[in-house]
DNA sequence: ACAGGCTTTTAACCTTAATTAACATTCCTT
DNA sequence: AAGGAATGTTAATTAAGGTTAAAAGCCTGT
């Protein structure tokens, strides 16, 4: 992965200053917010592969950033940096969605060591040369081709691009921005009818298959519904 | 996901016999193993969903069980359990290939927390989840489909939330404001008859079958009332 | 350079979901 | 029993998305 890039929340400005450097010498871009009202825009604008975020906050506390980040993306890892030490914190962390706790004051080895560990574990575009079953289906990214029984159909850039999205979040909601974002590269009105036709496409294509579905979420998203029973 | 596995490696038989039932409260399997030198070939034999591997075992420690474990497995989630909170402990157990790190003495409330939270990272995809039974209907709620008989119901998704909010509390009281903040995200007035007007079509889809009744608790919520007799 | 075949974008028109509104009903309060 | 707030019901409206086809863009080979 190419410089994986980090939103971090802090608002002491010494401590922020020094986290942020160490970070970027080790070839993470990070982009540092202040003000916990700021973050959740921020996250949105400039979707970071992970977030870290201070606890203690004015205006608005790190588990209640993070609750708010859930709401548009529940795949992104979440770290808190916390002054306290408690079960019961971090118990809230993880309620609040967050997948990992250090505790201030913490050495730069450690959080790296943290980051790096929950980068790998969510990698999800780790190995797209391998094929991807979808029920009856079976995907190869890399070649853009999408095999049923003894058909064969190749895919175009977006196709396969759109299929890969989906494959990689199924059976879960994907927002139209991201999957606009990941296909696309933007997320204007007409990228955003273009969408539509390419979702047209795909349910053409796996129509034979009724245990694969694409299903709309209005002012949403897409859920791309593989039911694997036999 | 149907009852995890878990690998657990602890040589003190009191705390891990507790742990071993707590987890298994839990609806977690669990395999115990006390001594180092048989957890690998435990680990082969068993293949686990997960990893908990105390640190201080007699003959061997955690950090090299994990290294022969990540030799044939790279992916399985391992968590060490430690006496020491050092941070060169830290380095060394994710050098060694782990995922987490709880100390001793630890709560089971955040041991759990942190196998779930492996867990979901590392389960590839959401995975389907069970059809809820509701009488003489069937309602999947990650296909968005109702069964009745021979009729298949296809659920836009504000209706699909709402018949989930109500099966998960099927014969208790949900508030109208716990509904709103879950199917609609907030309690606002103008969402407030928008729930009516989805009720009204939910009562609709269940009114051939006199067993299914969702009961107005005026001023406080809803009773989705489910008689399961035969 | 340009013809032919492809992919992608744009456009037009259609369908459906979600919201809002309007009016009816219930039920609690006094 | 009257009045009012909360909810039920149905219909109208609005916005999002589905579908299909035509237009535009892009390679590739000659």
């Not at 993880?94 to 060591?113: Q, V």
Request: net charge neutral; with cysteine.
């Amino acid at each position: 992965m190419s410089n994986p890039t980090i939103l971090y929340v802090e608002d002491e400005p010494f401590l922020g200053r020094i986290v942020k450097e160490s970070l970027e010498a080790r070839n993470f871009t990070v982009t540092m917010v202040s003000d916990g009202k700021d973050a959740v825009k921020k996250f949105t604008d400039s979707r970071p592969d992970l977030c870290v975020l201070d606890v203690m906050l004015p205006n608005k506390d790190g588990y209640s950033i993070a609750q708010a980040i859930r709401q548009s993306n529940d795949k992104v890892p979440i770290i808190f940096v916390t002054a306290k030490t408690l079960t019961e914190d971090v118990v809230k962390g993880f309620e609040a969605g967050g997948n990992d706790y250090i505790r201030k004051p913490f050495s730069m080895e450690e959080l790296i060591l943290r980051i790096n560990n929950l980068l790998r574990l969510t990698q999800r575009y780790g190995s797209p040369s391998e094929k991807i079953v979808l029920s009856e289906f079976e995907f190869h990214p890399d070649r853009y081709e999408l095999r049923h029984q003894e058909n064969v159909r190749k895919l175009s850039h977006r196709e396969a691009m759109l299929l890969l999205v989906l494959s990689q979040n199924r059976n879960t909601t994907v927002s139209r921005k991201e999957v606009l974002l990941t296909v696309w590269g933007d997320d204007t009105f007409f990228n955003s009818r273009n969408l539509d036709v390419y979702i047209s496409k795909l349910r053409d294509f796996f129509k034979p298959d009724p245990a694969i579905e694409i299903i709309t979420i209005k002012g949403v998203g897409y859920r791309f519904s593989v039911d694997e029973q036999a």
